[in-house]
């Protein structure tokens, strides 16, 4: 059997800018056929997107997954809806933080586990200022000058 490509991953760079990330979970994705294929393949995007708490669980919406050539008869949508499966105690801390006001959930990187299923890291986040963000391209700045000379 071929071996899989399982370090591949799709990460949203601009979450670390936009927002301070401070807590962390794990979530598996309930996707089709087709579109497991094309997250395989790379062509999927979660830059536009966020998380969405209902009753039954959670939703990320906005989500880009590009339309697999060879799928076929099948209808697909690549901005649909789709269900996160994380715990009931995972859900009951992020709806507790989720009444207070500035948090959100924003999805961070796609990655595959080593069993095989295409997961989801997510993040509980706080919005940035404008001055936060020129502070982080300040210290990334004086960062890098330090590596260039310490060379």
Not at 25 to 41: H, Q, Y
Not at 96 to 118: C, H, N, Q, R, W
């Amino acid at each position: 059997m071929a071996k899989r490509k399982s370090d591949q991953r799709i990460r949203n760079r601009r979450a670390s800018f936009d927002y301070h990330l401070e807590q962390e979970f794990d979530a598996g994705m309930v996707l089709t056929g087709p579109e497991i294929k094309s997250v395989r393949d790379g062509k999927a995007s979660i830059t536009e997107a966020y998380c969405l708490m209902t009753d039954t669980g959670m939703l990320i919406r906005g989500m880009h997954i590009a339309e697999f050539k060879n799928a076929g008869y099948v209808e697909q949508k690549p901005h649909r809806d789709r269900q996160l499966l994380l715990t009931k105690s995972e859900l009951k801390k992020i709806r507790g933080k989720l009444k207070d006001v500035g948090y959100t959930v924003i999805p961070v990187e796609v990655f595959f586990s080593e069993s095989g299923y295409a997961k989801l890291k997510i993040a509980l986040a706080r919005g940035k200022k404008t001055v936060d963000k020129r502070e982080d391209l300040k210290s990334k700045d004086q960062e890098r000058e330090m590596r260039r000379f310490a060379r």
